[in-house]
T-cell receptor, first 115, second 112 residues
Framework: ETGVTQTPRHLVMGMTNKKSLKCEQH?????MYWYKQSAKKPLELMFV???????ENNSVPSRFSPECPNSSHLFLHLHTLQPEDSALYLC??????????????FGPGTRLLVL | SQQGEEDPQALSIQEGENATMNCSYK?????LQWYRQNSGRGLVHLIL?????REKHSGRLRVTLDTSKKSSSLLITASRAADTASYFC????????????FGSGTRLLVRP
């Protein structure tokens, strides 16, 4: 247990569905991240939130919409996805103090399949 | 082009042998970190080495960093079947220490 939980763990959705991924951290951290991990590709950083403010959007298509209502919760709202969006979506958190040594704590991921 | 690239992409060794994985990167870093991922799960932080450090140990792990060559290595000594996983290096850039850039990983298989 890393202190970061993600739900659901598995999700199958059609291209016209709307769904949301949830991440919660119990570590008192202030920075939260969404990553996409596709087969045979490096981990791709999608979004970064620091003290609830979005500080990074790595050119992610608008069909992915993040939401960070507080420092402990992060959502990824999905709408009109494509089959190539099928991947493991990982959430992570870190202290977010901007210090020189930020290590990230990852959740177990949501395995998403878009049909 | 990506910041971190691991070498080899895959490594298969016998239990008890040592495993060495290498990571190269392109730009100046604040620190470099190694993470481990079991199949289809989240990543787990293993060790962090600062840019002014050359070597660091943690249990059976030994990490080296050569900033002149922009490279790092992770050595796992006396490997066990439970070490089977993917290993990723991640670099924290000078201007954004809380943002990590991950490499493509090395898949390690330790045969019992």
């Amino acid at each position: 247990e890393t202190g970061v939980t993600q739900t659901p763990r598995h999700l199958v959705m059609g291209m016209t569905n709307k769904k949301s991924l949830k991440c919660e951290q119990h570590l008192g951290h202030n920075a939260m991240y969404w990553y996409k991990q596709s087969a045979k590709k490096p981990l791709e950083l999608m979004f970064v939130y620091n003290f609830k403010e979005q500080t990074e959007n790595n050119s992610v298509p608008s069909r992915f919409s993040p939401e960070c209502p507080n420092s402990s919760h992060l959502f990824l709202h999905l709408h009109t996805l494509q089959p190539e969006d099928s991947a493991l979506y990982l959430c992570a958190s870190s202290r977010g103090s901007g210090g020189a040594e930020e290590t990230q704590y990852f959740g177990p991921g949501t395995r998403l399949l878009v049909l | 082009s990506q910041q971190g690239e691991e070498d080899p992409q895959a490594l298969s060794i016998q239990e008890g042998e040592n495993a060495t994985m290498n990571c190269s990167y392109k730009t100046s870093i604040n620190n470099l970190q190694w993470y481990r991922q079991n199949s289809g799960r989240g990543l787990v932080h293993l060790i962090l080495i600062r840019s002014n450090e050359r070597e660091k140990h943690s249990g059976r792990l030994r990490v080296t960093l050569d900033t002149s060559k922009k490279s790092s290595s992770l050595l796992i000594t006396a490997s066990r079947a439970a070490d089977t996983a993917s290993y990723f290096c991640a670099t924290a850039l000078m201007d954004s220490s809380y943002k990590l850039i991950f490499g493509s990983g090395t898949r390690l298989l330790v045969r019992p």
